[in-house]
């Protein structure tokens, strides 16, 4: 695993084996919470780990919306 530290307003950039970045962005830190920004290219899906055991055992298609604006 690799750890990085950020401030907010700091990012890092996840470069793919095509050519195509992932940006990754600390928005704001509170003393109990992180919110992360992600600007990736609409064919990466995006998931918050805790929901992943749920996708595997369920077929899911995920929409623009759920790409763009999981929460």
Not at 31 to 39: K, Y
Not at 41 to 50: A, F, G, L, Q
Not at 60 to 67: A, C, D, G
């Amino acid at each position: 695993m690799l750890i990085l530290t950020r401030r907010p307003n700091e990012a890092f950039i996840i470069e793919l084996p095509t050519g195509e970045t992932i940006k990754v962005a600390v928005l704001s830190v509170k003393p109990d919470l992180v919110r992360i920004g992600t600007d990736a290219p609409d064919d990466i899906t995006i998931v918050k780990e805790e929901l992943l055991e749920g996708l595997q055992t369920e077929r899911w298609i995920p929409t623009k919306q759920h790409k763009k604006n999981s929460d």
